[in-house]
């Protein structure tokens, strides 16, 4: 069966960095545009970044182009998400998705607070 597993989430202070992980299972991964979205306290689930199965093309929300970075590891299944110069407007559950498939992981919590 399909699972994603967030991880790498934590406590970090303005201007910090975090690395997500996202382990993929029971599906084809390396076939799956994969993206990144989030959820900040009280709002709804916005897209954050995409990457494509295999040419690896990205894209981004205004709100973060210069300061995320999404990759991923076909050998490995799984994606991520580099996230420099957080800012407290950044605090959210992120998940993962397989474009496509109807899954959602548990998520991991951001938080950016001094």
């Known amino acids: 069966q399909v699972q994603l597993v967030e991880s790498g989430g934590g406590l970090v202070q303005p201007g910090g960095s975090l690395r997500l992980s996202c382990a993929a299972s029971g599906f084809t991964f390396s076939r799956y545009t994969m993206d990144w979205y989030r959820q900040a306290p009280g709002k709804g689930r916005e897209w954050v970044a995409k990457?494509?199965?295999?040419?690896?093309?990205?894209n981004y929300v205004d709100s973060v182009k210069g300061r995320f970075t999404i990759s991923r590891d076909n050998a490995k299944n799984t994606v991520y998400l580099q996230m420099n110069s957080l800012k407290p407007e950044d605090t959210a559950v992120y998940y993962c998705?397989?474009?496509?498939?109807?899954?959602w992981g548990q998520g991991t919590q951001v938080t950016v607070s001094s």
């Open positions: 990457i494509t199965s295999i040419i690896g093309a990205t």
């Open positions: 998705n397989a474009r496509g498939v109807d899954y």
